[in-house]
């Protein structure tokens, strides 16, 4: 106990400023370190001929002998690692004394209701600096979610050390390097023939729209047409032209129908096996039902919302087809720029031909956006398993790195079987969210690590682009990569909810913006619509996530402006997720009728404060457990919880490990009657929060299987406890695709057009 009150007396005597450095860092500010004057060592500099030359010197210490005189700069630099040596002992000793009070702490914590006190006190400053930290974009190192403190420090970590390819950047240009090897591929494969007039490829890539049309797509409303496929359902198809507004269903349509580059018609029948039955294999079906018809969509440059791609279903089929797409896209455009190097070479001196133009601004084509290293992994060996043909392995540039850098030890990743099997899919492997990484594609061979600027495709994390990008006012930025983007493809977007949408948005607001550099291009090979900066026109995007969400919606709508039009899969589920509640449990569904949209969270809290909260207010009612989705609903709650003085706990996202054991147990043994709990903790953590009684839903959930998930925590600790439990879900007319997917689409539409403001539903074996 000696150390301990040592160490308190010591924290009493800083102030403010230095107990919030000390905790931050783990230790106090330099400008406050004592100099002892004995430890100061003063060492003469000797002016032989040995320190006149670093380089001198360092190329003797290669041959010299061991006995070779010391010179006084290692002199210098043995007293520095001295002194370092000592600070580290001290420091080591420090951790050990603060490892020994923090188990004190938790073997005296339960005995006295002083300590309690101190830590409730302790808690609410912890949250009070979970506050700072979200403002300044920081979250904390141990959680598993990302970590956007990254931000904090700017754009300064970036581009210029990282490591990037540039040992085979001239073997890998498509300028001047490869018009020999590009007629060696005109004769091998004979590529000419799959960009004809009626390949989508080149019919998107070649059309040329006018002004008109361009005031027109920014005027005039859509046109929508509802279609039921066999495999997609239902599809609501829109454009602003009427030509592009129809879409006609597959039908048993055969591999060269699609317009494949002749070397993904040669891989492509044997990867596809892998989700092939046995029958279909021997009617040599080229794809499955769901693949093929996404990809006759997909295909046909429509931009593509598709909302039902889930890890433990279809997920690796939707990869597959789209992975298929952008390497076509890819192959194709990188093929008629080689093939116009080789007409250019052999043109006359001063012939200007438009027909050679045939790149963007920048090369990069295609931005594939996921949300872990791990799903980056699994595109790229997709990608390469599409380029080896036959048994021939394909010449991947710095594999061996990116196995290192993007892989994940078997060791570290073992399963864990108390987690829901979604999450055991979703965070295996590497689950770190900072990444970026470029492409380079040729027919033969795939450069990884390869510079934005010579890369064709981009595989990143919304926080790795995001940190690249910036926002106004920071003084590294750039975005002149996304330019000339031709395909935007955006997989797992309901986890970018989850992580930070706003760098989403941010992307969204930058893309295909006119660069502020030339970055080196040939203007004569620039397509006239890059240049007229009517490139996001002309950008397919291709959105993929697990289920419908209204911010997904809305970017989809307002931020897609292919003229070739939208086509969305919108199904409705006909039975919800409280189906699968297991527990005997009343649902009281409360709707709350606002004004509009934006006064919504106004006239949520204030119908939870004056309707809801009373009725749990009563000691009766202890083991409440507040289910929050928005982080920024919880920090009011949180705020009025404390000015009304109620006995809470709460638990966030970027609540400290010892924080969140600390709750549970206040929570389980009763000593706190209610519990505010976010949608995001629950995403990254999936914790069994013990003792709950009582339930309220302040919103519904982003996710659907979290409502069951998180009602069939309650679990009786005696015989006729279930009589008491309740839950309480709070609605309004803008979360009807939420509310359909928890109660069906059916119940639903009734629950929003009923006049009736309150509606029950019982689950259970007895209901």
């Not at 106990?1 to 102030?15: E, P, V």
């Not at 970055?519 to 697990?546: C, E, I, P």
């Not at 997720?577 to 009281?588: A, D």
Request: proline share 4%; glycine share 4%.
């Amino acid at each position: 106990m000696g150390k301990r009150k040592y160490k308190s007396q010591y924290i009493d005597t800083l102030t403010k400023k230095q107990k919030k450095h000390l905790k931050e860092f783990g230790e106090e500010h330099p400008f406050y370190d004592k100099v002892s004057e004995a430890s100061t060592q003063i060492v003469e500099l000797l002016s032989d001929s040995s320190s006149e030359s670093p380089d001198s010197s360092g190329s003797d210490s290669d041959t010299g002998s061991e006995t070779e005189q010391i010179s006084a700069y290692q002199k210098l630099l043995s007293t520095l690692k001295s002194a370092s040596d000592e600070e580290g002992e001290e420091d080591d000793g420090q951790e050990e004394d603060e490892e020994e009070d923090e188990q004190l702490e938790s073997k005296d914590g339960a005995d006295s209701s002083q300590e309690h006190e101190e830590e409730d006190q302790t808690a609410d400053e912890e949250e009070d600096e979970d506050d700072m930290d979200f403002q300044n974009g920081h979250k904390r190192e141990d959680q598993h979610e990302p970590t956007d403190a990254k931000i904090a420090s700017g754009v300064e970590e970036v581009v210029a050390d990282e490591f990037t390819d540039s040992k085979h950047e001239s073997a890998f240009s498509l300028e001047t390097n490869f018009v020999e090897h590009d007629r060696l591929d005109l004769r091998d494969d004979q590529s000419v023939a799959a960009i004809g007039d009626s390949d989508p490829f080149k019919q998107h890539m070649d059309t040329e729209l006018e002004e008109d049309d361009i005031k027109t797509s920014q005027t005039k409303c859509k046109v929508q047409i509802q279609l039921k496929w066999t495999a997609l359902g239902q599809l609501v198809c829109s454009s602003v032209f009427q030509k592009y507004s129809s879409l006609h269903p597959p039908e048993n349509l055969d591999l060269k129908n699609f317009h494949l580059h002749n070397l993904l018609e040669k891989t492509w029948p044997n990867i596809k096996s892998q989700f092939l039955s046995s029958e279909a294999q021997q009617r040599h079906q080229a794809f499955t039902p769901l693949q093929e018809e996404l990809f006759s969509i997909i295909n046909s440059y429509k931009d593509l919302y598709f909302p039902e791609s889930t890890v433990l279903g279809n997920a690796e089929e939707v990869r597959h087809v789209y992975c298929l797409h952008v390497l076509n896209h890819v192959l194709k455009a990188n093929f008629q720029v080689l093939r116009n190097n080789a007409r250019r070479r052999d043109q006359k001196p001063g012939v200007d031909d438009d027909e050679c133009r045939d790149q963007g601004i920048t090369r990069p084509k295609v931005l594939i956006v996921v949300p872990f290293r791990e799903s980056a992994v699994r595109v790229v060996q997709i990608l390469i398993s599409l380029m080896e043909v036959g048994n021939k392995k394909l010449d991947v540039s710095n594999k061996k790195r990116f196995k290192e850098e993007f892989g994940s030890d078997e060791d570290d990743s073992s399963p864990n079987v108390t987690k829901p099997e979604d999450f055991r899919a979703l965070f295996a492997g590497n689950v770190d969210d900072h990444f970026r990484i470029g492409v380079g594609i040729l027919q033969r061979s795939m450069r990884l690590y390869a510079p934005f600027y010579s890369s064709d495709i981009i595989i990143a994390s919304p926080l790795g682009l995001r940190t690249v990008i910036g926002v106004e006012g920071d003084v590294k930025r750039d975005f002149d990569f996304l330019s000339s983007i031709e395909i935007l493809v955006m997989d797992q977007a309901d986890v970018y909810l989850m992580q930070n949408w706003e760098h989403v948005l941010l992307l969204m607001k930058t893309m295909n913006l006119q660069p502020l550099d030339p970055h080196g291009v040939d203007f004569s090979r620039v397509r006239m619509w890059n240049l007229n900066n009517w490139s996001k026109y002309y950008r397919q995007t291709l959105l993929f996530s697990a289920a419908q969400d209204p911010q997904i919606n809305s970017l989809f709508n307002k931020h897609c402006f292919n003229y070739r039009g939208q086509v969305a899969v919108r199904n409705m589920p006909q039975t919800g997720s409280i189906c699968h509640v297991l527990v005997q449990l009343p649902h009281v569904f409360q709707r709350i009728d606002p004004a509009n949209f934006i006064s919504l969270p106004e006239e949520r809290f204030s119908f939870f404060i004056d309707k809801v909260l009373p009725q749990y207010r009563d000691a009766i009612m202890s083991h409440t457990l507040i289910y929050i989705p928005s982080y920024f609903d919880y920090v009011r709650l949180r705020n009025y919880f404390k000015s009304e003085e109620l006995n809470f706990t709460c638990i966030c996202e970027y609540t400290k490990k010892s924080g969140v054991t600390r709750a549970r147990q206040f929570f389980a043994s009763g000593r706190k009657q209610f519990l505010l709990f976010t949608e995001r903790f629950h995403f990254y953590r999936r914790y069994i929060i013990k003792g709950i009684q009582n339930l309220i839903f302040y919103e519904l959930p982003t996710h659907p299987h979290f409502y069951s998930e998180v009602c069939n925590m309650l679990k009786a600790a005696n015989s006729g406890e279930e009589a008491t439990w309740t839950c309480t879900v709070l609605y309004s007319k803008y979360d009807a695709q939420k509310l359909a997917a928890v109660v069906g689409a059916d119940r639903a539409a009734q629950m929003i057009q009923s006049k009736k403001s309150v509606h029950l539903f019982v689950t259970g074996d007895n209901a």
